[in-house]
């Protein structure tokens, strides 16, 4: 990098020239935000708080996407009507010391709404567990390794649902020791044939986190106005 | 892509038109958008007397009379950015996460002595 080059990246907080290998398409809630941030008139922008987050009102000047790294786990244990069990990691390193870890909402997406609640009137569970023990590939973690976060039922299919992870997520960056989470979805009863109770969670499209922080060095050094 | 048109008639302190192309500068791999802005730069003279619209400040008055009773020892007033605005960048990291990030001061509004 010529050393104007990299004075710029350097001004602008980043360390080095990113240089993405396999892009994927931009999520749209940043899409959004960018585009109403463009196109807010010149005077209301001088007087926007750059350091805050209006659309999850939270302080912040970074938002990222982070994409679920995981995998699915196979049915391990017998029983329990599961429709979909899944690891979900989501890699927080690329964060730099300097950011502080202000919002971190989880996106569980599906393929399609379902309008009506399905005809045998089954409903599904799901539950959010955080990892606190390494597991191979496919191999079901055991129950001692997890700890509950979230656990709700649901009868209709939405587009995506969301879960404020905040908590965990702080807790990751802190002790450094981020294992994921553990996803499962299954029907909370029915003695039919699993597959077909299972049948809407195959919409089942993926995960993404999205993580707010503050720049301290960025937030900070903004120079007071005359 | 800066403009180098001569200085205008109304030489006096105010932006001047600067947009700042990514791709000039080898960056449109990794920046998603925008493509380039509309960052602008100060630019004119800061002469005696000062008038209103040159957003001086008081020592810029002052510094405007001692360079018109000694104008070899004290230089006049510099032509500095008053008002600025942000923008936001998005682009993808080095693990191709995208990332949307707001940047304070980027865009000169407003020039002053």
Redesign the interface.
């Known amino acids: 990098l010529s050393l104007q080059?990299s004075l710029?990246l350097k001004s602008?907080?980043l360390s080095?020239?990113?240089?993405?290998?396999?892009?994927?398409p931009?999520?749209p809630v940043?899409?959004r935000?960018?585009q109403r941030?463009?196109t807010l008139p010149?005077a209301n922008?001088?007087l926007?708080d750059?350091?805050r987050v209006e659309e999850f009102n939270v302080p912040g000047?970074?938002?990222?996407?982070?994409?679920d790294q995981g995998h699915f786990i196979h049915e391990g244990q017998p029983g329990r009507l599961l429709c979909l069990q899944k690891r979900l990691y989501f890699?927080l390193s690329?964060l730099e010391e300097g950011e502080r870890l202000t919002m971190a909402q989880l996106e569980i997406k599906f393929s399609c709404n379902s309008y009506h609640a399905s005809s045998q009137g089954q409903v599904f569970e799901l539950r959010l567990y955080q990892s606190s023990q390494m597991s191979l590939r496919g191999v079901p973690p055991q129950r001692h390794g997890r700890k509950l976060l979230v656990e709700q039922s649901f009868a209709q299919l939405h587009k995506s649902l969301l879960f404020n992870l905040s908590g965990v997520a702080k807790e990751w960056r802190m002790s450094s020791r981020n294992l994921g989470l553990i996803l499962e979805i299954s029907v909370s009863n029915g003695d039919s044939d699993l597959q077909r109770l299972c049948a809407s969670i195959d919409s089942f499209l993926d995960t993404s986190l999205l993580v707010v922080t503050l720049s301290q060095q960025?937030c900070k050094a903004?120079?007071r106005?005359? | 892509n800066a403009h180098h048109a001569p200085v205008t008639p109304s030489n006096l302190c105010k932006p001047r038109r600067l947009y700042i192309s990514f791709s000039d500068v080898g960056w449109e791999n990794w920046i998603i958008a925008p493509q380039g802005y509309m960052a602008n730069y100060c630019l004119g003279e800061c002469p005696f007397p000062l008038t209103a619209e040159l957003n001086s400040t008081n020592h810029a008055i002052l510094q405007t009379v001692v360079h018109s009773l000694d104008p070899e020892g004290t230089p006049q007033p510099c032509c500095v950015p008053v008002r600025l605005s942000p923008i936001s960048i998005l682009y993808y990291d080095n693990s191709d996460n995208v990332v949307l990030r707001h940047y304070e001061d980027m865009v000169v509004d407003e020039c002053g002595c």
């Open positions: 080059e710029l602008l907080g080095t020239k990113p240089s993405p290998k396999s892009p994927i931009v999520p940043l899409w935000i960018f941030r463009k010149s922008k001088a926007a750059g350091c000047n970074i938002i990222r996407v982070f994409p890699n690329v960025q903004s120079r106005r005359r």
